[in-house]
């Protein structure tokens, strides 16, 4: 039987640390203290993997993609399938699309893949311009391909996901699977909710994209799940003189990039913002 509690008796003191802001009491207090366990080479190694851990790996990404991609000129970003053949008529689209790019004075972004990535990049890095790509870690997948002028690998879809929105200015979309429609929805929701602005998604070849877009407008749009002007977010096309001409466009649009924007109030003194 468990013993009875004098509620008169004021409880044992039970073993307490503090780590920073965080109280630790009883069987979480750890007879060995952070130093101990750093310099002991022979204990476990599965602190690395910790979600602690994860999170300084996580800064580094951003800490890395940051400092590479700051001083990009103006660029776009270039969605398509990894699974693109080079005799297909998509890479040859690709090609033709990274070119005009790149002779249009925008850098081309794209995943770093093969496929209708590695096109995109080609096209760019053949004509001379800025051929970046931002690789990702998969169990199945593949290193940068060859037209890759400045590159990054990342652990973190999301951090990835990040360099892509802050460092383009707009999104060109070829035809692709499940990764293209990730990226694709997802700027789109951006756009929609006002996270960025002046971010044209164009969507390059309308045999393949005009289910989709029939889709969007006759159920998603007929159900009352978006508004008539979300459909406007999206242009397709077949021409990629208009994609250049569409991006142009808006990126003339844009405010004046050297006006800083307005004092929200949380900046620091002598900080940057």
């Not at 004098?6 to 920073?20: I, N, T």
């Not at 690998?153 to 951090?159: E, S, V």
């Not at 978006?226 to 250049?244: A, F, K, Q, Y």
């Amino acid at each position: 039987m468990p013993a009875s509690i004098d509620p008169d008796r004021p409880p044992e003191d039970p073993p307490e640390k503090q780590r920073g802001p965080v109280t630790l009491r009883r069987g979480q207090v750890q007879a060995s203290t952070t130093d101990q366990r750093l310099l002991d080479t022979r204990g476990p190694t599965d602190w690395v993997h910790a979600d602690p851990w994860r999170v300084l790996r996580i800064q580094s990404e951003f800490v890395e993609g940051f400092g590479l991609l700051a001083e990009l000129p103006r660029a776009v970003t270039v969605f398509g399938s990894a699974r693109t053949s080079r005799e297909a008529p998509e890479y040859a689209t690709g090609l033709a699309l990274g070119r005009a790019l790149s002779d249009a004075g925008w850098a081309v972004i794209t995943g770093g893949g093969p496929g209708a990535m590695e096109a995109a990049n080609r096209g760019a890095s053949e004509a001379g311009g800025l051929s970046v790509g931002l690789g990702i870690e998969l169990p199945f997948e593949q290193s940068l391909n060859d037209w890759v002028d400045l590159g990054l690998n990342f652990r973190y879809f999301f951090a990835r996901k990040t360099m892509f929105v802050k460092y383009s200015q707009g999104f060109v979309i070829l035809p692709g699977g499940f990764g293209t429609m990730d990226e694709l929805f997802e700027a789109l929701t951006l756009v929609q909710t006002h996270k960025v602005n002046q971010f044209p998604v164009v969507l390059v070849g309308s045999a393949y994209w005009s289910g989709l877009v029939g889709w969007l407008r006759d159920t998603m749009l007929a159900h009352g799940y978006i508004s008539p002007g979300d459909i406007d977010l999206l242009t397709v096309t077949d021409d990629v003189d208009e994609v250049v001409r569409l991006l142009d466009a808006a990126d003339a649009s844009r405010p004046d990039r050297n006006t800083p924007p307005a004092a929200t109030g949380d900046e620091k003194p002598g900080s940057d913002g």
